[in-house]
């Protein structure tokens, strides 16, 4: 699985050119490309890169790609990304990292964004991976309950839970929230349910990415697919 992610990557780094900036996605499959374009850099590319979470940040410095932020440049060419699941719509779940909400806003900053992953990440639906929302941990009760509505009025329902680190203690992302798993199987109509969750005052962001995946690149075992949003 680790060799198909990395194919993936590799593909990925085809579509970077000198002088692009470049969204530094977050995770086992995203390492691989920062690894890859760490090589190239070091051959001489010249490219600039916003990572989208502390790890990747360390990451990308150990490998010697240059850094920036999105306070220096306005808009990023191409931002390269793994995903928990991806659907024939480029619709996605991400957040399986917990890097959800850098993630949003640095493929939300970027002309592309090219999600790599091995051929398991791609559905049907989305749903089976559980959806992850960061919360604010003030008023969590009441957050989740506004969540229970949001998922009731778009068909669909399941166990939350918060996120535990291995260590046993709640996981705290890169901002200082916490993220709540949510089991719901699928997901009919997944534009609809991210715009409930996105007016609850207690989610900061959900996982579900709509319209903003261009390209998909899968890796499996008969070969790469590259497949357009349609
Ligand atoms: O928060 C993490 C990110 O959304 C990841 O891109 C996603 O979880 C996929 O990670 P991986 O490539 O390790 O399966």
């Known amino acids: 699985m680790d060799a198909l992610k990395r194919q993936a990557a590799a593909r990925a780094l085809e579509e ?29 590319l010249k490219v600039v890169g916003v990572p989208t979470s ?19 440049i306005d808009r990023l060419d191409i931002t390269v990304d793994g995903a928990d699941e991806i659907n024939p719509a480029l619709d996605l779940i991400k957040g399986g990292g917990g890097a959800l909400l850098r993630e949003k806003i640095v493929a939300s900053a970027s002309a592309r964004m090219i999600v790599i992953a091995d051929e398991t990440k791609w559905v049907a639906r989305l749903g089976r ?24 009025k778009a068909g669909v329902s399941g166990p939350m839970s ?20 949510v089991r719901l199987g699928e997901i009919e109509d997944p534009p609809r349910l991210a715009g409930l969750l996105s007016a609850i005052p207690g989610v900061v962001e959900h996982g579900l990415f709509i319209g903003l995946g261009s ?5 499996g075992a008969q070969g790469i697919r590259v497949i357009q949003r349609p």
């Open 129 to 152: 991976f559980p959806l992850p929302v960061e919360v604010v941990p003030f008023g969590l009760a009441a957050t989740q309950r506004e969540m229970g509505d949001a998922f009731a």
């Open 162 to 181: 918060v996120r535990k680190s291995a260590d046993g203690h709640v996981f705290v992302t890169d901002g200082g929230h916490w993220i709540v798993d």
């Open 54 to 72: 502390e790890a990747t940040r360390a990451q990308a410095e150990a490998c010697g790609v240059p850094l920036t932020t999105l306070d220096e």
């Open 215 to 219: 390209t998909a690149i899968l890796a």
């Open 16 to 44: 970077v050119e000198s002088g692009m900036r470049l969204g530094l996605g977050t995770g086992s499959t995203a390492k691989h490309f920062v690894d890859l374009l760490g090589e190239r850099v070091r051959a001489g």
